[in-house]
Nanobody, 123 residues
Framework: QVQLVESGGGLVQPGGSLRLSCAASGFILDSYAIGWFRQAPGKEREGVLC????????YHADSVKGRFTISRDNAKNTVYLQMNSLKPEDTAVYYC????????????????WGQGTQVTVSS
């Protein structure tokens, strides 16, 4: 069955870096978009950025431009979220999700979700 598994979260100091992974199974990733979303306590889930099946990258959150990047390794069926210059306001549970083809900013347009990985930015 279709499954997405996030990993790489943890506790990091402000200014630090983390790389999250989203490992896909049960389908071939290269025809699908992968979006990264995050949800902080008491806040709604927000889109962060996304990579389409054609490797077009869409930033859904202006606050991460210049700090976060996304890439995919179709041979490993995995998408990565590289997060640099982390700030306390980046603290959230990060989720990856997939939909066929192109990216979409709406979370309800994605069909499958991972379980999430906690990212905490604190000194």
């Amino acid at each position: 069955q279709v499954q997405l598994v996030e990993s790489g979260g943890g506790l990091v100091q402000p200014g630090g870096s983390l790389r999250l992974s989203c490992a896909a199974s049960g389908f071939i990733l290269d025809s699908y978009a992968i979006g990264w979303f995050r949800q902080a306590p008491g806040k709604e889930r927000e889109g962060v950025l996304c990579i389409s099946s054609s490797n077009a990258i869409t930033y859904h959150a202006d606050s991460v431009k210049g700090r976060f990047t996304i890439s995919r390794d179709n041979a490993k069926n995995t998408v990565y979220l590289q997060m640099n210059s982390l700030k306390p306001e980046d603290t959230a549970v990060y989720y990856c999700a997939t939909r066929f083809g192109y990216c979409h900013i709406r979370a309800d347009e994605y069909n499958y979700w991972g379980q999430g990985t906690q990212v905490t930015v604190s000194s």
